[in-house]
């Protein structure tokens, strides 16, 4: 994102007062930070930019959307500098003329693309990458909408502002000297992968001394971070070391009998993961293939939020 939103007036209207608040604090300053109408455009410094798409890992294969795109530099860098594909989206028609005029000049019109559209009727489904420089409040109006429609494994980075109780993955602070705003010549980078969906019941088969064993595991998950119990045949397994990014789920296993320890690692492809299970013990260490079926599905917590938490809009005030 290459320009800060405000969110319309018609969506809202308390936290469009509180948006219009953090404007007026911010007082923007000439030739950076420009009010048209209901937006105000404040450009993303080209350092920032260049640390975003780095955080977020972009390459050839990767296609960039940008909300609220302003002269479109994050785009048109992704696409000159990284050979990315992608188009922006703003509400002032004047900086989508001027964004697109860029991209020609820049030679890259034939994979940076703008539209002038509202960022809540955006199609988000092609992204491998979403880029945002949003006020907060509206970051948290657009996270429901960026949870449940983009790919799992889709990332996103966002330019000083968090995403409410939705932990980043990274976040980092930089040097901004050509900054338009605020007095510190600081900006925030934010990192997300967005996760996929982990909860519920899942089981397998894997041989434990020599016999075939059940599995059962039963995860709990809220965003990226995920917790469970594990039976097998019978007995409790302690789990540990839980971790979801994306589409890929690890974690430990001991076996309390044996002194044994199963190290799992797969993908989560719907009601299935497919990987690998390490097993270590005294007297022995293999790597067997596992695969997993879902036999309940589960609601990750923060999917039974249809809007942001009345805790991450006080936080706002």
Known sequence: MACLVMPQRSRWPMLGMIALALVTVMQPQPGGAQDYGDTPYVQTPQNVVDRMLQVANVGPGDYVIDLGSGDGRMVITAARKYGAR?????????LVQLANRLAARAGVADRAVFYERDLYDTDLSAASVVT????????????PKLLATLKPGTRIVSHDYNMGDWPPDQQMVLDAPDKPVGRDKKSKVFFWVVPANA???WRWRLPVDGKPADFELVVSQNFQTITGSMMVGGNAWKLENARLSGVDVSFTANDPRAATRYAFAGRIAGHGITGTARVTGASIQRQLEWDATRTELGAPAHA?????????????Q
Do not use: S, T, W
């Open 304 to 316: 039974l939020l249809k809007k942001p938490e009345l805790r991450d809009l006080q936080q706002l």
């Open 199 to 201: 909860a519920g019941k």
């Open 86 to 94: 992608g188009f922006g989206v703003d509400l002032d028609r004047r």
């Open 132 to 143: 945002i420089y949003l006020l907060p409040e509206v970051n948290l109006m657009v996270r």
